[in-house]
């Protein structure tokens, strides 16, 4: 009996236990070319150094939702900018490229990965027609402004698009605020904040 009331008590201890654990992240990192130095991690809700010994360094925290933070080294311009979640995430980079760091682990970060992917061809196009603004007359003005008009409407239904496939994806809430301004109403609005999984109610 006495056993069996130890045994209860054991598996209360870890049950509350799980209940408690709080979401962090951790950023595993290696940087090749160099062996020491500061190692910033910036962010919304972030601003942490750490040093880098042997070419490698680590960040621990938490977060309240995903953010969009950068790392950089001390005394360097260069950065890599990336969403940053709680999860394990590993970091390769190189001192001289670290915009070109390799980050795995963090699902909206692949998943941003993907979305300007979709999002560069609009890039391209808005280029494009700004390059034929500068020897445009009126009437060309007003030609090209119905174009801008007629490449932003396309890119919104991209975008919409992104946020049908992906509804879990909490870039869904940064880039439904980014087009709000093309819904004719709260209720259009509304109809796409509907299509999001539960778990970004909070943030909606």
Known sequence: MKLYYLMCLAILSISCNKLTEIPSYVIKGTIDGISSGRIILQGSAINDTVFIRNGKFEFKGTLEEPCLAKIFIDGK????????????????????????????GSRTEDERILYNNKMYKFNEKYAEIEKKYENADEIREAELDLLYEKVELEQVNAQIQFIQENPSSYLCIPILWGIDWSFNSTVEYNKYVNLLDTSLNKYA
């Open 77 to 104: 311009d260069n950065i890599r900018e990336f969403y940053l979640e709680n999860s394990i995430i590993e970091f390769k980079g190189n001192i001289d490229s670290i915009d070109k760091s390799i980050i795995t």
